[in-house]
T-cell receptor, first 113, second 114 residues
Framework: DTEVTQTPKHLVMGMTNKKSLKCEQH?????MYWYKQKAKKPPELMFV???????INESVPSRFSPECPNSSLLNLHLHALQPEDSALYLC????????????FGPGTRLLVL | AQSVTQPDIHITVSEGASLELRCNYSYGATPYLFWYVQSPGQGLQLLLK??????LVQGIKGFEAEFKRSQSSFNLRKPSVHWSDAAEYFCAVGARAAGNKLTFGGGTRVLVKP
């Protein structure tokens, strides 16, 4: 089973709202990733967690706050977003060693009004 | 730093015809390479990957790719395209020394004519 699940599928929020995106995998992977994908563009890496510790932050604004409460779960907390943050947010997971395949979830389509 | 170029933004192909998508990479060491497919509004599905060994790699849905080190290429092929193959295709290179970070090409959108 190579399934990564993400909830919600769609999210509409105002610029003053606080919301969270959730990602879950049960493949025993110890690395998890958040990507942002704008329309007609490739995914851009935001954060990487390895063994529940943040290992890469690609200079993402602080209005995005990741959290990895355990090895199966990854959250992305959103606060005071801007309309330009509207995008598809993709979660992925992999084994934590190098040279590993990342498996992607279906994404959360976010619209910021 | 690694980079990936997919020279074709759009490709239109007739159903039943063959398909080849180009991918060129730049990486200072031996790369590991992936092709992913994305249907509209969906996540990325892994088609195939190359880590080492045989340079001709077989994937799902009848796709294959060939790694050519001399040309820094990893082109994707399918002998006979089905209407369901219409999607966006991304080539990606992985960096062993950078926390398994993937760098994606710009993508190629494939349209299939009946």
């Amino acid at each position: 089973d190579t399934e990564v699940t993400q909830t919600p599928k769609h999210l509409v929020m105002g610029m003053t709202n606080k919301k969270s995106l959730k990602c879950e995998q049960h493949m025993g992977h110890r690395a998890m990733y958040w990507y942002k994908q704008k329309a007609k563009k490739p995914p851009e890496l935001m954060f990487v967690y390895s063994y529940e510790k943040l290992s890469i932050n690609e200079s993402v604004p602080s209005r995005f706050s990741p959290e990895c409460p355990n090895s199966s779960l990854l959250n992305l907390h959103l606060h005071a977003l801007q309309p330009e943050d509207s995008a598809l947010y993709l979660c992925a997971s992999s084994q934590a060693s190098q040279q590993e395949t990342q498996y992607f979830g279906p994404g959360t389509r976010l619209l910021v009004l | 730093a690694q980079s990936v170029t997919q020279p074709d933004i759009h490709i239109t192909v007739s159903e039943g015809a063959s398909l080849e998508l180009r991918c060129n990479y730049s990486y200072g060491a031996t790369p590991y390479l992936f092709w992913y497919v994305q249907s509209p509004g969906q996540g990325l599905q892994l088609l195939l990957k190359y880590f080492s060994g045989d340079t001709l790699v077989q994937g799902i849905k009848g796709f294959e790719a060939e790694f050519k080190r001399s040309q820094s290429s990893f082109n994707l092929r399918k002998p006979s395209v089905h209407w369901s193959d219409a999607a966006e295709y991304f080539c990606a290179v992985g960096a062993r020394a950078a926390g398994n970070k993937l760098t994606f090409g710009g993508g190629t959108r494939v349209l299939v004519k009946p």
